[in-house]
């Protein structure tokens, strides 16, 4: 009996030992992974939420998550990936640009993927990116072709002539898209003509101005733009000015129409990867950023109904699939 007892202490001390060690790492067994969604809104939501699905299909409760949101502002962003660094993080999920520019400025080690970020190069300012970022960072992008948008504006509005783009300046995977909107735009025909605003501050005014100037407006994956779609719906609407937007979370609120990726799907991509980096040991260096198989034509009845607008058949409403 007393070697029993003995046997048990000496297997209670091990346990004691071991969890000690644990604890004075800082870290529980497996993988911890942080999660820095930029801002709420839908489509970076559904990019978090497709993304630990993945992930946690792949490897289960070997994976702690940490997830933070920076409510829009890049400080916070910044103080978020520092506590990535502190708690040393096996894997950093930067949930859209902002994120991923704060990533990218924190660490040059921890592996970082980016979801729901457009174009990569114009993010992290590459002159030379040909699809591999290289280094500790890759990812998936929520990039609709602009020839792909500009086609489906042409379709939609064949007799209109001016095209407004409305973005954040601050932002600049909106700045990119719409540069690229504007080229294709300009080889349909249409003027295409940029309104940047600088921040909600000044979104209404902007709008406005935009809305008594143009035919169409535009405005790309824009997480401001996402944030304050209300207000660019109280704004279009009444004057009748139709909207055609990046995302479809955005169109919900304020769009007339569509061509869009499915963030949930992209976020599963984007765990997918994490999966074969943490567990696989393959080399995030050399991992081609992502982009999505396909995109879709998508309307919004309500807003189409008040414009008087009527859509070809092959585009799906809103909330079906």
Known sequence: MKKRYFVILVLLAAAAVISAAALHQGKTPGYTVGICQYTQHEALDAAA?????????????????????????????????????????????????????????????????????????????????????????????????????????????PEAETVGILYCSSETNSQFQAEGLTDALTDLGYHGEAYPFVDSGDLAAVTAQAASACDI??????????????????????????????????????????????????????????????????????????YADSYMKKYNPSVCEKLGLTVPEDYIPLDEQ
């Open 217 to 290: 407006l535009y405005v790309p994956t824009d997480n401001t733009v996402a944030s304050n779609a209300e207000l660019i719906a109280n704004i279009c609407i009444p004057e009748n000015v139709p909207v055609i937007t990046g995302d479809e979370n955005t169109c919900r609120i304020c769009g007339a129409a569509t061509l869009s990726v499915n963030y949930y799907d992209l976020g599963y991509a984007t765990g997918e990867m994490a999966a074969e980096i943490l567990s696989d040991g393959k080399p995030i260096s050399e991992m081609p950023v992502r």
């Open 49 to 157: 939420q497709g993304f630990k699905a993945a992930l946690s299909e792949k490897l289960g409760k070997q994976v702690t998550y940490d997830e933070q949101n920076a409510g829009a502002d890049s400080s916070v962003c910044n103080a978020i990936m520092n506590s990535f660094l502190a708690e040393e993080a096996d894997l950093i999920l930067a949930d859209s640009t902002k994120a991923l520019q704060a990533a990218a400025n924190a660490t040059t080690e921890i592996p970082i993927l980016g979801t729901a970020v457009t174009d990569y190069g114009a993010a992290l300012n590459l002159s030379d990116f040909g699809g591999t970022v290289g280094g500790n960072i890759s990812g998936t992008s929520d990039l609709a072709a602009p020839g792909e948008q500009a086609a489906m504006i042409h379709e939609l509005f």
